[in-house]
């Protein structure tokens, strides 16, 4: 069987109800191999989980994405973030197997083309002091290399990370693996060719690298600092006056912001509260990848979510702690008649990341 009507079956037998579903990689492209997988991206409504699997399917090695709409967005971020959107290039670039979503993967998909074509960016700063200097010391310790096995797995750092720093100067995106020579090749060949040539010559490696390293602002070692003092910071004091409404929200509940970036300046930590009124139930939600604890302060509220398809109930009171992990729908009820239900959050995300739904089945 071809490899897209035997990914097509594969997505109608494992999702007929998809929203999309796409086919990716090397099978649809010119760089296919006779070990090429099928890369397959699904977006479907109801999973407990997104997850990847590899699985063998009507005689093909099938390497499955399983998303819903919201972890699907969640991971092409961090793909952007770090500069290599594997994910993106599959859905932007794939054979469309299944689409049910009435416009929006077609919408997606343009909104990834343009993301793809602006690309991140070039590096600079901080960000492009660091390449160099990690790249400069690379040099220093090849040139020192007596050890055979020291040298080339040196030597294979070296050319990796001169790929990165070329393709960073040209504000193009990374890869791993493979990907990464087919990105340099498409932005640079002939930097690409010198290097494989030169990869297993020092002295012609050191040349090659040392001249993107040239193209960077040189090398850069002696002088490199970067300030390390996280000791002299000052404490920051937050009242129930400095509380802060504006964080995101659901129905039926109200959030105060007190650790933010806004609050505090914090980068990684959100801290606040969630007051629920008496007889009252939140909005179905979830908090993205932010893994979230519950410290209830006081009345009795009921924490639910769906396990094994059934609403489960946590029923709490004063003292007690509840965690929810990233991406679970849930919701709060406070079923007490007369008094408010009070209970501190914090989130592993500074962001206060809420995701309204409808129900508490994954999307």
Known sequence: MDPVSAARALADEMFPD???????????????????????????????EPYRA?????????????????????WLERDFARRRPVLARLVAEGVVLADRSGGELERLREELTARLERGPGALGGAALDRARY??????????????????????????????????SLGGRWEGGGKWLLRELRAHDPELAEALLAARETPGELAAVAGGVLERAG????????VAGDVFHRPLRHITPADLSGATAQSSG????????EATT???????????????????????????????VVSGNPVFVFLEGGEERRIE????????????????????????????????????????NLPDLRMR
């Open 134 to 167: 990690v790249l400069s010391d690379l040099l220093d310790d090849l040139s020192g290399a007596a050890d055979p096995g020291e040298r080339a797995f040196i030597g294979w750092n070296v050319v990796q990370e001169t790929a990165r720093l070329a393709l």
């Open 265 to 295: 300046g914090s980068s990684r930590l959100w801290m606040g509260q969630t007051h629920v009124p008496p007889a009252t139930r939140s909005a179905d939600h979830h908090h993205g990848e932010s893994e979230t604890a519950i410290h």
């Open 253 to 260: 509940m109200r959030r105060l912001a007190a650790v933010s």
């Open 218 to 225: 040189g090398r850069l070692w002696e002088g490199y600092r």
């Open 18 to 48: 998809a929203s999309y579903a796409l086919l990716g990689g090397g099978v649809v492209t010119g760089s296919r191999t006779p070990a090429s997988d099928l890369d397959v991206v699904v977006v479907a409504d109801g999973l407990a």
């Open 316 to 355: 709490t009171g004063p003292g007690d702690y509840v965690f929810v992990p990233p991406f679970v729908p849930h919701r709060e009820e406070n079923p007490d008649p007369e008094r408010e239900a009070v209970v501190v959050i914090a989130r592993s995300t500074q962001e206060a990341i809420v995701v």
């Open 54 to 74: 590899c699985l063998r399917r009507h005689g093909w090695p099938v390497d499955l994405l399983a998303h819903s709409r919201t972890s699907l967005g969640a």
